[in-house]
């Protein structure tokens, strides 16, 4: 059972746009969200993270969007540069008591110049 | 930075022979993790570790793994007799507080089982 759900698989922008990409839970136990970066041969490094108690977070050019009702988040990239592309993952984890971080699939970001 | 570091970066091995991944958490952290990622697939949870014992385990981490911290600073991995399907990156992870998803990652062991 997949615990999060993350689209698209693939994205590819211009230097400039605004990417989108989405994630979606069924845990109502989740409650820390954040969001991975991972270039090619490194491990993943937070980015960014939002707890359901605000609907949006921002930090420089990377905005996380909450929606709890619909339990739907995504993170919004401002001004993409080239050096954006990279593969971001969504993840999830339950309340204090828990530890594992449920990651999405992951999408591939290119920026094109 | 402080940062994780993992040996080895590459590990190739037999079917059915021991491996042991090793990682070097962050100095001043309390809760290291092992994830493994299938190459293309996503980051799945294996292992947490707290107070020199396991916190929590996925269905993943079977009778055929095992961690430890045998000194104050390393923390391994050990699969007793691997298979084709363990064939994966391996990152180890470290965080400084509990209840957190701030994790911070290795660069990963790529481990090939021929």
């Known amino acids: 059972q997949q615990q999060v759900k993350q689209s698209p698989q693939s994205l590819i922008v211009q230097k400039g746009g605004i990417p989108i990409i989405n994630c979606a839970y069924e845990?109502?136990?989740?409650?820390?969200f954040p969001w991975y970066q991972q270039f090619p041969g490194k491990g993943p490094a937070l980015l960014i993270a939002?707890?359901?108690?605000?609907s949006e977070k921002k930090e420089g050019r990377f905005t996380i969007s909450f929606n709890k009702s619909a339990k739907q988040f995504s993170l919004h990239i401002m001004d993409s540069q080239p050096g954006d592309s990279a593969t971001y993952f969504c993840?999830?984890?339950?309340?204090?008591?828990?530890?594992?971080?449920?990651f999405g699939k992951g999408t591939s970001l290119l920026v094109t110049p | 930075e402080p940062e994780v570091t993992q040996t080895p970066s590459h590990q190739v091995t037999q079917m059915g022979q021991e491996v042991i991944l090793r990682c070097v958490p962050i100095?001043?952290?309390?809760?290291f993790y092992w994830y493994r990622q299938i190459l293309g697939q996503k980051v799945e949870f294996l292992v947490s570790?707290?107070?020199?014992?396991?916190?929590?385990k996925s269905e993943i981490f079977d009778d055929q793994f095992s961690v430890e911290r045998p000194d104050g600073s390393n923390f391994t991995l050990k699969i007793r007799s691997t298979k084709l399907e363990d064939s994966a990156m391996y990152f180890c992870?470290?965080?400084?507080?509990?209840?957190?998803?701030?994790?911070?990652f290795g660069e990963g062991s790529r481990l090939t089982v021929l």
């Open positions: 992870a470290s965080s400084g507080r509990a209840g957190t998803g701030e994790l911070f």
């Open positions: 845990n109502t136990a989740f409650d820390y």
């Open positions: 939002i707890r359901p108690d605000v």
């Open positions: 993840a999830a984890k339950e309340g204090n008591s828990g530890y594992a971080l449920n």
């Open positions: 100095s001043n952290h309390l809760y």
């Open positions: 570790f707290y107070n020199n014992e396991i916190s929590e």
